[in-house]
Structures are given as C-alpha cells and as structure tokens.
C-alpha cells in the first residue's frame, strides 16, 4: 500500500521532537530550535492558608458544570457562616464561579478549549480527597447573577498531603484567560502565571486560537490570513502549510512523484482531503526547500522516528532527535489509504507561526454546540451548518421537537427540527431518543421561529461527517410542570440569568405540562384546509391568570372528531410544547392522548 506523507491530521499531542537536516552541501538547519522560559509550577508553590482571615469552608462536590464553575455540597454547621435570606442556608449548596479564571465556554456555546478545560475541572476534583472553598476577604461574595459565590478551590489528594489551587493550575496549564486579577489577594501569583502561559503559548494563548474559518467552495478550514489548513475529515489536530511567491526558501512544501512543486491551492485541498490521491495511488513526497535546495524524503516512521529516507540526489539525512520537555510542534505524517498510521513531529518556529489545536474541539464543516446555545446565542448561529445532541420530545410527523437539559441553570431548552419529506432517518427520531443532530440553523419567518433544518442520513455510511446519529433509546423526556403566569414571563431581568433572554423564552419549543384549565372560549379552525378542526381555546387558571392552549385536529378514542362542545367550559389538563405564535406564548397539544378532560 503506497503512503502519502502530508502535513496536518493527529491527536493531539504536548510532547515533541526537534527535527535537524545533513546534506552533502553541508550541516543547513532547516528550523531553528525555539526556545521557551523553563516552566515555574506556581500552583504548587502557592499554600492555603488557614489564618488569613478570609472565609473558607471544607465542601464535598455535587455537580462539575464546566472548567470555572462548579457546584459543592456544605455541612449543615456551615450554612450559618453564608448571609441569611440566601437559598444556601437551606438548600446547602454553594454554587461557586472560580475567581481570577474565565475558562472557553462547554455547557451553551461550545469554544475551543472548553471542554478539555472542562474535563481538566472534572478530572481533579473527582480525584481529590478533600476540597476546600476559600473566599477572596473575611465574608462570601456572589457573582453579578446573585446566585453565585466567587471563591478559590483547593484540593488534596492521595498523593499529596499539600493543598493546591485549582483556579490558579487551569490558569498555569493555559486552559483560561485571567480575569479581574487586580481584584485577588492572590493576584501578584495569578498574573505571574497569566504571563507566563502567554510567554509559552499554551492553548488558549496560542497564536491560531480561533481564528479558522471552513470555506464551503474548497471544502477546507481557511486561517484569518487565507491560509489553507489541513484536511477536515477527521476531528484532529490540524497544521497548516503555504507556499507563497515571496516566501519560496525555508518553507514546507509538497511535491510529487516527478519532483515538482505542487502549489495549486485546489490540489492541495485534494491531496488533504485524500481523494484524488486514493484514485491515482500517487506517492508525495514531503519537500524541504532550504535556501533554494530541494530535499526530498520518504520512509517508514515508527514511534517519531524517521528510520529510512531518500532524495532526488540521494544526497540527505534525516536526524530526530525526541525532546519531551518544549512545546511548540508541527505534525508530519505518513497518511495511509484509511488513517494516520505513524507521524513526526518538527518545530516550525523558525518560520511558521506555532499552532496549538485542542483534540476536544471539532475544527470541521459544522460548529459543534448545544441547544442552549442555539436558543441564546441565535444570532452567532443564523445560516451556519450546527451539530448538538439532544432529546426527542415530540413527533409532529415532518416537524419534531428536541430538547436538553442545562446542569448549570436547571433549565430545560428546546428547539424545532424541520425535516422535509424526503429525510430517511426518521426511525432514528422517536420520542425518547437521545440523537445527534447535524442541519442548518435559520429563521422560519412563517412560524416566526428559529429552527434546523436540512438534515442528513445515510444508512451506509454511518461515519458520514454530518449524519444524524442515534446516541440512546429510552430516555426520559423532562417534563416541566407550569402555569399561566409563567408564560407571561417575557421581560429580560436586569440581572439577565438567563443570557439575554426571558424566562418564558427559555420555556419556547419545550414540553410542559399545564393542570386544571378552566375552558373559556372556543375558536375552531374553519377555512377548508387541512387544519379544520383545530381548536384554540381561552383558558384561565387556578388564579385566574389567562393561557392560551391551541390543539391540533384530535380525534378521540373512539376517532371521533373532538369539538367545542367537547371542552368548553370543561377543566382541562394538557401536555404540549410552548409554541410562540401572533406575538405570544401557547402551549401546543398535538394528540388527544396529552388532553385530559374533568
């Protein structure tokens, strides 16, 4: 099997090897070593102090939310040291946002970094065998949302019997930008460690931090500059190579079979993407123009290292040389006809700038998020290719319901799915079913709604990159239980906790349950369409509070028709998505089977 050897594709990888070049015309360096300060471990230097005067409380975690937040259980003695009138004296949960850190975002928008961040959190303190959670001076603080503390985590562990800060470690791994720091009693150790992950580079310092885009018309991610990076079919670390007219010499290139330079931008696209060169079985060759000298290599590459190599003139060598303690690599690769088989790595400093890319992070065709970030980021996501997963809650033949519930906020929020009449995944789409949804994200002025659509299934390639996937069967389907004044619910509070939206539109596209309505009136669609026979009924509540109920045409158990005279001034008790239509918000009954009757 003939192999290609590319730039671009890997896991990603934090050690490195260097990378030096003999030929026959003497010792050239094609890349210069880059050097980085030695790393200070601030966080172990830093100690706990438990006679500053400021607050502190041992707790036990509930919940890890994300990389900056997380939520802790305290003792009952303990919830008298929190201020009074606070749902932490009797709840006994301390919701705590970690102090000096400002970690990319997992739980709505989903940002480069933020769930390795996450899961860097996640992954200490469920190892840790005591947590302490101090505060910044001598009383507990909360954030601008009220309802959460500001503090630091320290923790122990089986191996130490020395408590280390938690905020202060994600900062020195380079997992978090820094914030408000002049405010911290620790802030001259939070802003040397902020200084030195930007010297170093680390991932959220990275010079390529977010600045890839996917172009549609060459299938490729694109760099700010119009770089074209490395291939999309895999959701791994991706390196770029250029080839400019100014900048001919010291430059990574790909050549092929015949020696010559390859510089088409839409060939490049097709030997990253594999096809052209599965179909024509080329061998390329990775090229090093040093000084106007081309090298040209191949070989086998086992465990990082280049064991065989040859040249147009047989005239070069290559030396690697493993170095595990600098950061700051390319990836070369030995491509095979299915997967990356075996790799090397070269500092590039010398020329290109250093990127580091986050294997937890999809770099691909769609942007990875959540329902929670479609419904309140909907403008960053308007025409864009989205993938989330969710819970399929309502099945309204061409159109269903899907929803996710939020750690964090313990809110629920859903979506509308349109499907069209001619997508094949439908038996994938029950109610119940945990999927992964790939469409577009769009606004449906019709229903004056946000929605996804154009969605894919292709039963024989279930790796197909933008397939709708099943992730489980069975799920339970979260049902909130609400009333009419929740539906009026429509101003923005000034605290905004909800990320600038109302309560009531957190509610839009989920399924609640609505009990004892009293039936008002009665409007039953009549205009000869397929909706004659639809009702929207006038309701009040227990309270008097006025809600609206709009059913679909239903048919009873017996099938007969159901109508006016079956509901009207009935109490009704009903199951259906919060739908906004004309202005306001209803709840939506799609079968006779969501409708009680007293």
Known sequence: MKKILILGLASLLTLGTALSLTSCGGGDKPFQEKVYP?????ASNLKFDANSGRKYVKVTTKLLIDGDTTHFYISDQDKASFPEGHLIRSDGILKLRYLGIDTPESTGQIQEWGKTASNFNKSKLSNATEIIVESNDDKWNLDSTGSRYLGYVWYKTAESNEFKCLNLEILQEGLSYAKSLGDLCYKDVFQSTYSQSNTLELPVFSKAASSWRF???????????????????????????????????????????????????????????????????????????????????????????????????DAAKVYVEKDTS????????????????????INTSNNIDYMNRDANYYYGAYIETTVKGLRTFKEDYVGKLVRFESIVSKDNGDTIYVQDYDEESGLTYGLQVYLGNNFTGKSLLLEGNKVSICGTFTYYEGGDTYQVSGLTYMKMKPNYEKNTRLIET???????????????????????????????????????????????RVYTTDNGGASDGAMTLTCSDENGKEITVRTE??????????????????????????????????????SYSDMVIA
């Open 38 to 42: 030695e790393k200070v471990d601030y």
């Open 215 to 313: 172009d549609d018309n060459s299938d490729s991610l694109i760099d700010a500059q119009g770089w074209i990076l490395g291939s999309t079919k895999r959701n791994k670390n991706i390196v770029s190579f250029k080839q400019t007219e100014l900048e001919k010499n010291n430059n990574i290139h790909l050549y092929d079979d015949k020696y010559a330079l390859i510089d088409s931008p839409q060939d490049i696209i097709n030997i990253l993407n594999l096809e052209e060169s599965k179909s024509k079985k080329i061998e390329y060759y990775l090229g090093l123009d040093i000084g106007g000298t081309v090298s040209y290599f191949t070989g086998n590459i086992e465990e990082g290292v280049a064991s065989t190599s040859t040249s147009k003139e």
């Open 326 to 345: 600098k950061p700051g690599y390319y990836n070369m690769y030995v491509i095979g006809e299915d997967e990356v088989n075996d790799y090397i790595t």
């Open 474 to 520: 069975g799920v339970e389907i979260p049902l909130k239980e609400i009333s009419a004044t929740d539906l009026n619910k429509t101003k923005v509070e000034e605290t905004d906790p909800y990320d600038g939206i109302s309560y009531t539109e957190t509610l839009n596209n989920t399924l609640v349950q609505v009990k004892n309505l009293t039936v008002n």
């Open 553 to 590: 045409v239903l048919t009873n158990d017996e099938g007969k028709l159901v109508v006016e005279a079956d509901v009207l001034n009935k109490t009704i008790s009903v199951t259906g998505i919060v739908d906004y239509y004309n202005g306001s918000y209803q709840v939506k009954v799609f």
